[in-house]
């Protein structure tokens, strides 16, 4: 007898379950898919105060700006790649920097970038009037951080001044073969 009550029960609960978990899971995907990447890596409680130092804290999570000269890949010419000191991400590429004369590392254009499409870069733009007039900062598309801001008054071919703080940047120096393999990942 206790057999037999067990088996009944045990063919009963699949079942249950498994109607529940289809009917939960079917009403709450599409909900939740979009966001849950962003906000399980890097929502409100990733501690970028630990992560991070507290200049590359102000300027890519408070939006600040490093002071003009002062920043450690200004004069910095060397080939590679440089990502984002937060995520890691590849942002712009050593071929794409210029001495722009401003005080803040400049690039033609963003790393991944085929002519005028961003769309496979790993940087977003987004209006910013906070500089007085109508600006666009330039931001990490996988993580959010603030890179700082991108001018129309570049060099040619691209026209585009993208003004980057060094605090926002992790420099990767390109070694024969090895970069190379990576970037294409
Ligand atoms: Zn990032």
Not at 54 to 72: A, D, L, N, W
Not at 158 to 176: D, H, M, V, Y
């Given at each position: 007898m206790p057999i037999t009550a067990c088996d009944q029960n045990a063919n009963k609960l699949p079942k249950q379950i498994g109607f529940y978990v289809i009917t939960s899971t079917a009403t709450k995907l599409p909900g939740l898919k979009p966001g849950l990447k962003s906000l399980t890596?890097?929502?409100?409680?990733?501690?970028w105060q630990k992560k991070l130092t507290p200049e590359q804290y102000f300027v890519t999570r408070e939006k600040g700006t490093e002071e003009?000269?002062?920043?450690?890949?200004?004069n910095h010419f060397e080939m590679g790649m440089y990502h984002c000191?937060?995520?890691?991400?590849?942002?712009?590429?050593?071929?794409?920097?210029?001495?722009?004369?401003?005080g803040w590392p400049a690039f033609k254009e963003a790393h991944g970038t085929w002519e005028r499409d961003e769309?496979?870069?790993s940087i977003v733009r987004r209006p910013d009037?906070?500089?007085?007039s109508a600006g666009t900062e330039v931001l990490c598309k996988n993580c959010d951080a603030h890179l700082g801001h991108v001018f129309?008054?570049?060099?040619?071919?691209?026209?585009?001044?993208?003004?980057?703080?060094?605090?926002a940047l992790k420099f990767k120096p390109r070694e024969n073969g090895v970069a190379d393999t990576e970037e294409q990942k």
């Amino acid at each position: 007898m206790p057999i037999t009550a067990c088996d009944q029960n045990a063919n009963k609960l699949p079942k249950q379950i498994g109607f529940y978990v289809i009917t939960s899971t079917a009403t709450k995907l599409p909900g939740l898919k979009p966001g849950l990447k962003s906000l399980t890596r890097y929502n409100k409680t990733t501690d970028w105060q630990k992560k991070l130092t507290p200049e590359q804290y102000f300027v890519t999570r408070e939006k600040g700006t490093e002071e003009p000269f002062s920043g450690i890949y200004l004069n910095h010419f060397e080939m590679g790649m440089y990502h984002c000191v937060c995520c890691d991400v590849p942002l712009f590429s050593s071929e794409a920097k210029y001495d722009s004369g401003t005080g803040w590392p400049a690039f033609k254009e963003a790393h991944g970038t085929w002519e005028r499409d961003e769309s496979h870069a790993s940087i977003v733009r987004r209006p910013d009037n906070s500089l007085g007039s109508a600006g666009t900062e330039v931001l990490c598309k996988n993580c959010d951080a603030h890179l700082g801001h991108v001018f129309e008054d570049g060099p040619d071919p691209t026209g585009q001044r993208f003004c980057i703080n060094s605090a926002a940047l992790k420099f990767k120096p390109r070694e024969n073969g090895v970069a190379d393999t990576e970037e294409q990942k």
